[in-house]
């Protein structure tokens, strides 16, 4: 499948036919959505998105993101919004090293980065030590 689209410049004697690689095109649609996500954002769904994304973690991070540290992956369930922020744009920036996780944190934008520390955060530590969702 050829990774270009035909398009047209919508003039009536059927335009300038060109070629848009699909990466502007994908460019284009995301730069249209962002007003929309920035609006998810302020009204709260940042934790539901957050739920969506955090499916991932649950490979290593367990199913309620309470492993716990004696697993030697700390427990995400519960602790704040802003230190599960600091850890993740250090690893992104490689001041922290887990492999696994540099290369999970580089792959996140700053959407999905806030998404998943407000779930995270949003998450109460239950008394067996696992998580319960608020």
């Known amino acids: ?3 270009f689209r ?3 410049s919508g003039k009536a004697d059927g335009g300038n036919n060109r070629v848009m690689p699909r990466r502007v095109t994908l ?4 730069a249209a959505l962002a007003p929309a996500s920035a609006a998810a954002e302020e009204t709260g769904s940042l934790p539901p998105y957050g739920r969506h994304l955090a499916q991932e973690c649950t490979a290593c991070h367990g199913a309620d993101a309470g492993q716990g540290k004696e697993s030697g992956i700390p427990r995400l369930a519960g602790r704040p919004a802003a230190e599960l922020t ?9 001041r922290r090293t887990n492999p696994v996780m540099v290369s999970v944190a580089k792959s996140l934008d700053e959407q999905q980065i806030a998404a998943l ?7 109460s530590k239950a008394p067996d030590g696992g998580a319960r969702a608020p």
Request: hydrophobic fraction near 55%.
């Open 86 to 94: 600091d850890l993740l744009h250090a690893f992104r920036e490689e």
């Open 27 to 30: 460019a284009i649609v995301l």
């Open 117 to 123: 520390a407000a779930y995270f955060a949003s998450l």
């Open 6 to 8: 035909r398009c047209t």
């Open 1 to 3: 499948m050829s990774s």
